[in-house]
């Protein structure tokens, strides 16, 4: 499963910091889940990478859209729906972020998922903190929780470090894994954080003061862990 894919290099004013390697298909995929419409994270050149080899499954209303921009085998979910890939389960979960899509894109609710398989594992989109994450409390084995976003400054939607921390303290799981931090820079004056990795470490400092009993593991772009 690929949660929101982004192949490219730059997007707009954002340009790929991340080292090279470990960009582009992982070999095969069996389906995509997107969080929400926003270009950083719903990429059609790197989606029409993908159609026709994988379901796409993206928050509602936005399946005609997609479809008319030539990527396929589209599902609509709304939060608290549930869709079936291959043995396991994904469940729409809410999440806390703006739903439009600029500058004259459709609008959707965003969305995290729940991937219920042998070992559950949560995909938070991009989401500020909100108090019914607890909901998922002893249902989740890895959290993939967004630590920042692409700049020096973070808008109302997202999680923080510490807000992060937070959300794996009331989510409870076995493994949190920081995410969304490190990979893209804006080049706009400005737009770039002066210590790309500062995010993910105040994350596991928060971490060790709200949720001590969450194990922590640091994932840089273009690594993998094995659980």
Do not use: N
């Not at 060790?208 to 862990?225: H, L």
């Amino acid at each position: 499963m690929l949660t929101d894919p982004v192949f490219r290099d730059r997007i707009g004013p954002l340009l790929r910091i991340a080292p090279e390697g470990g960009v582009g298909l992982p070999g095969r995929v069996d389906c995509v889940l997107l969080s929400h419409l926003h270009a950083d994270h719903l990429d059609l050149p790197s989606l029409r990478d993908v159609a026709g080899l994988a379901r796409v499954v993206t928050p509602y209303p936005s399946g005609a859209w997609l479809e008319r921009r030539g990527v396929g085998d589209v599902h609509e979910i709304r939060p608290g729906e549930e869709v079936g890939v291959g043995g396991v389960r994904v469940l729409a979960t809410p999440a806390l972020h703006d739903r439009r899509r600029y500058p004259l894109g459709p609008a959707a609710d965003p969305v995290g998922y729940l991937v219920s398989g042998a070992r559950p594992v949560y995909f938070a989109g991009d989401t500020d903190l909100f108090e019914a994450m607890a909901e998922l409390r002893g249902r989740v084995a890895v959290a993939l929780l967004p630590v920042w976003g692409w700049g020096p400054r973070l808008g109302p939607g997202h999680l923080d470090p510490e807000r992060a921390a937070k959300a794996a303290a009331l989510i409870a799981p076995e493994v949190a894994i920081p995410i969304h931090w490190g990979t893209f820079a804006s080049r706009l004056p400005g737009g770039r954080m002066a210590d790309p990795t500062l995010p993910a470490r105040e994350f596991v400092r928060f971490a060790g003061r709200y949720a001590p009993s969450v194990r922590i593991r640091v994932c840089a772009p273009g690594e993998r862990v094995e659980l």
